[in-house]
């Protein structure tokens, strides 16, 4: 599953820096479902991931990144957060620039 991977890859990441999960937050771009059915995916791979950090993987903050998108009527391209917006000139669902997330890894330290 796509979520089982991104998790291992994750772990893969923070492992390779040793990182712990307390360290960082994770930055998702795109998607085309339920962002919050997404994120209780992916952190219930990540805990399977680093059983021994599952205090740490429950807390952690997933944020949501904006990602470009194009309304296919009016061709109008813009960016947000959302996971299948309407187009803010005609209303017609519109096309993802990014249909399968993205996770990225952002060291707290580093976050203002
Ligand atoms: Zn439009």
């Known amino acids: ?9 994750v772990a893969r990441g923070l492992r390779e820096r ?22 209780a995916e992916l952190r219930a791979h990540l805990t399977a991931e680093m ?6 993987v429950a807390s952690m903050e997933i944020r949501r ?10 061709g109008v391209e813009f ?13 017609v669902d519109t096309v993802a620039e990014i249909t399968d997330e993205i996770v990225e890894i952002e060291l707290l330290a580093a976050v203002r």
């Open 79 to 91: 960016e947000t957060e959302r996971v299948a917006p309407v187009c803010p000139a005609c209303g």
């Open 51 to 56: 059983p021994g950090d599952a205090a740490a």
């Open 65 to 74: 990144a904006v990602f470009g998108h194009l309304c296919p009527r009016c």
């Open 1 to 9: 599953m796509h979520e089982a991977g991104l998790a291992r890859g």
């Open 18 to 39: 040793g990182l712990s999960p307390a360290q960082v937050r994770l930055a998702v771009r795109g998607g085309h479902h339920d962002p919050r059915e997404f994120e």
